[in-house]
């Protein structure tokens, strides 16, 4: 055998030996792109989109910006129709995707990721990477002067004290308000049921901005939709309400992928899911914070933190 037959040999060996990278997607080109990456429209999903965005732009890929796409619906019709290559997703979304699992999975942080892993790829051929050992669940967060008043410290304290004839208004998003999963979840588990003039829909799902309203009592807002990795809860004089019953599935967020496009760029696994194992809770509250308390651009954000980390160049 050649010498150049040998070290070709050795090269594709390891490569493929390499933990965490799947063989069934590396290729002899690793080529450049174009890749589209997109992100839902909230705060922490433009911070998690440009943090894809700048790490494969930093590795010589070629990037096309969709980043706040669009809320859910949307974005996820445009990853399974092609539209897009990339975007960050959240695990416990899985039990929305697909009907007839086990609801006890999406509550089990490993269980989630290895369900909508194995579904999604036989259903649409979408990759979900290592995910950051974050839970952004959906939740309720109460005005802090309302939560000591009233006592209201859990979900079961605001069913209490909406039943009572308490005052209940809440800002949330369309698809926090009508998904079943998220609001109606929470009113069928701990009995109660807000009408329409008890809640303040708001397009988009940006927390930033439900919270804000309650924290500003605007049209007489004082609970809001939020998420857990929100940082702006404490700044803005909000808490976050218990679910002592466990209603809501781990939400870990993660890079999920076109397959196609996978196997044409396998680097993307290796580039990516450093990053996002460093993202624990209390770093994206701290990030989240940056950009809806400070004011800062989620890009900037995303840039520091990724140099900082020595994740940039």
């Known amino acids: 055998m050649s010498k150049s037959k040998i070290i070709i040999l050795l090269a594709v060996t390891i490569l493929l030996c390499t933990p965490g990278v799947y063989p069934q997607y590396a290729s002899a080109a690793d080529q450049k792109g174009p890749v589209t990456v997109a992100s839902k429209i909230d705060t922490e999903g433009a911070l998690l989109g440009q943090m894809i965005m700048l ?4 590795s010589g ?4 910006d969709k980043t ?3 809320p859910t619906d949307l974005i996820r019709k445009a990853i399974i129709n092609g539209e897009i290559d990339i975007y960050p997703e959240y695990t416990g979304n899985g039990g929305f995707f697909f009907s007839n699992t086990d609801p006890a999975a999406w509550k089990d942080a490993w269980k989630g990721h290895k369900t909508v ?3 999604d790829l036989e259903a649409n051929r979408i990759v979900w990477l290592k995910p950051a050992p974050a839970n952004n669940t959906w939740a309720i967060a109460v005005r802090k002067d309302l939560s000591a008043k009233e006592n209201i410290k859990t979900l079961a304290d605001l069913a209490r004290y909406a039943q009572g004839g308490g005052a209940v208004k809440l800002a949330g998003s369309e698809e926090f308000v009508s998904r079943p999963d998220a609001l109606p979840a929470f009113e069928k588990a701990y009995g109660f049921h807000l009408t329409k003039r008890q809640l303040l829909v708001l397009s988009g799902g940006n927390t930033a901005q439900t919270e804000k309203a ?3 009592g605007t049209d007489g807002v004082n609970f809001a939709m939020a998420y857990g990795t929100d940082g702006s ?6 808490k976050v309400l218990e679910d002592t019953k466990g209603v809501q599935p781990v939400y870990e967020p993660a890079p999920i992928v076109r397959e196609t496009v996978l196997k044409k760029y396998p680097r993307i696994q290796t580039i990516l899911e450093p990053v996002f194992i460093s993202l624990d809770l209390e770093t994206l509250q701290t990030l989240n914070a940056r950009i809806a308390v400070e004011g800062q651009m989620a890009s900037t954000v995303a840039e520091k933190y990724l140099r900082s980390k020595g994740f940039l160049k």
């Open 55 to 58: 790490m494969l732009r930093d």
């Open 61 to 64: 890929f070629e990037v096309k």
């Open 68 to 70: 706040e796409f669009g």
């Open 117 to 119: 892993s194995k579904l």
């Open 214 to 216: 309650a924290a500003d």
């Open 233 to 238: 809860l404490a700044a803005l004089g909000l």
